[in-house]
């Protein structure tokens, strides 16, 4: 997919915090929201990590979503209700591009009835375990598509959840990353990352909540440990 329209949200918080208001950090959400214009989407862009997105008309596609800019290793969380209808095309991913290469990337935590690997084109590269499930990693090359610097030919990676996970969870964006070059898929530099909602030719609604989990706090006992 490539974005016709993003912008930092958060400007709101910034400027209270200025003034002096009291409030947490403020979470500048990067929100990258795109269409070819066949979809009836209707968006909302909510306070902090929120979006919610309903879509109908069985056509067309978008990916909307909130994230960062450039993308990074990050253990990225989200909560969620997803439901595209009834034979959807759809997906909840992590998704993302890098340039030089130029790579088009999807983490899918949950997706409809269709699943990438029934695309005849792609290469199925294993498996990486993560976040307390396995995904199946695959790559497609795409000719002369969109692409967030204009049409172009380049790669998709994907690492696919076999458990999904509609509801919500963390996932742990450089483990795939590394994964990824460990299978020989050469990542470049990072552009923008973000929890999106995907629909093509389908009908369906979600809201998503985005954030990033706290570090994991350093244990201060060590009993019988290996070290
Ligand atoms: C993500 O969490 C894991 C532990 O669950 C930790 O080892 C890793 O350093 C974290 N990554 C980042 C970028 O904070
Ligand atoms: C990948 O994981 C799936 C699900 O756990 C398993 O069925 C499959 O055999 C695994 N494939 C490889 C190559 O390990």
């Known amino acids: 997919m490539f974005f016709l329209t993003s912008l930092l949200t958060g400007l709101l918080t910034i400027s209270l915090t200025i003034i002096g208001v009291a409030s947490a950090p403020a979470a500048n959400y990067f929100w990258s929201s795109w269409s070819d214009g066949k979809p009836k989407l209707t968006v909302k862009n909510g306070a902090e990590g929120r979006f919610d997105v309903t879509w109908s ?53 949950a997706h409809g009835d269709h699943h990438p690997s029934d695309n005849p084109e792609a290469k199925v590269l294993g498996n990486v375990t993560s976040d307390g499930g396995t995904y199946q990693i695959m790559t497609k090359k795409r000719v002369n598509k969109p692409s967030i610097i204009g049409t172009a030919t380049f790669a998709q990676y994907w690492s696919i959840r076999y458990e999904q996970r509609p509801g919500g969870g963390t996932v742990n964006t450089g483990t795939h990353f590394k994964a990824w070059e460990g299978a020989g898929l050469k990542m470049g530099r990072h552009n923008y990352m973000i929890v999106a909602v995907e629909g093509q030719d389908s009908s369906g609604s979600a809201s998503v909540t985005v954030g990033v989990a706290s570090p994991e706090p350093v244990p201060t006992t060590v009993g019988g440990g290996s070290s």
């Open 57 to 109: 008309g069985d056509k067309g596609n978008f990916v909307i979503g909130k994230g960062w800019n450039p993308g990074s290793s990050k253990n990225v969380t989200y909560t969620s209700t997803f439901s595209p209808t009834a034979g959807g095309n759809a997906y909840l991913a992590i998704y993302g591009w890098t340039t030089s290469p130029l790579v088009e990337y999807y983490i899918i935590e």
